[in-house]
Antibody, heavy 120, light 109 residues
Framework: QVQLVQSGAEVKKPGASVKVSCKASGYTFITYGITWVRQAPGQGLEWMGWISTYTGNPKYAQKFQGRVTMTTDTPTSTAYMELRSLRSDDTAVYYCARQTRGYSYAFDYWGQGALVTVSS | SYVLTQPPSVSVAPGKTARITCGGS??????VHWYQQKAGQAPVLVIYYDDDRPSGIPERFSGSNSGNTATLTISRVEAGDEADYYCQVWDSSSDHPGVFGGGTKLTVL
């Protein structure tokens, strides 16, 4: 069965970086893109960007341009999201999700989420 | 970037029908996807491409899309349907293609 398993919770100081991993199983990794979504406490879902697991090309939401890097490691079927220069308002649960194929992507399988807390 | 507007909350009695709307400019030309998120859990896709259900999602969940409004309909609402619901589109022509609505809290009375 399809599974996305993310790395654990992290506590970081302002200005630091965090790298969240997302290990996929149960399907051929390079045939579906991976999207990253975050959710601040008590808030809605915010799309951060996505990466083509086939080409390795990412596309980031403008809000995160220059601070985020999304990568993949095909041999281990793992996607990564690194966010730099962390601020307190980056405190959130970070999700990876598999994108459906086709021309209008939905997100059909989600990781369990990784809580990132930014606090001095 | 494209904007999706949802009501913050909807309340419904058990056994009744809940309708959650998602407004967007000419949304009918886009494909709308819906997610259910229960407290403390990751979102779950419940409707994709306006009105398709993933396997395992009850037939009580249905979707429609017309004009400037897409609608998620939940028939014969159960206590277990209480959750936040989000609509989402993929705006491929935009620099910000992944777009979520603000979410609607469904309360079962």
């Amino acid at each position: 069965q399809v599974q996305l398993v993310q790395s654990g919770a992290e506590v970081k100081k302002p200005g630091a970086s965090v790298k969240v991993s997302c290990k996929a199983s149960g399907y051929t990794f390079i045939t579906y893109g991976i999207t990253w979504v975050r959710q601040a406490p008590g808030q809605g879902l915010e799309w951060m960007g996505w990466i083509s697991t086939y080409t390795g090309n990412p596309k980031y939401a403008q809000k995160f341009q220059g601070r985020v890097t999304m990568t993949t490691d095909t041999p281990t079927s793992t996607a990564y999201m690194e966010l730099r220069s962390l601020r307190s308002d980056d405190t959130a649960v970070y999700y990876c999700a598999r994108q459906t194929r086709g021309y209008s992507y939905a997100f059909d399988y989600w990781g369990q989420g990784a809580l990132v807390t930014v606090s001095s | 970037s494209y904007v999706l507007t949802q009501p913050p909350s909807v309340s419904v009695a058990p056994g009744k029908t809940a309708r959650i709307t998602c407004g967007g400019s000419n949304i009918t030309i886009k494909n709308v996807h819906w997610y259910q998120q229960k407290a403390g859990q990751a979102p779950v896709l419940v409707i994709y491409y306006d009105d398709d259900r993933p396997s395992g999602i009850p037939e009580r969940f249905s979707g429609s899309n017309s004009g400037n409004t897409a609608t998620l309909t939940i028939s014969r609402v159960e206590a277990g349907d209480e959750a936040d619901y989000y609509c989402q589109v993929w705006d491929s022509s935009s620099d910000h293609p992944g777009v979520f609505g603000g979410g609607t809290k469904l309360t079962v009375l």
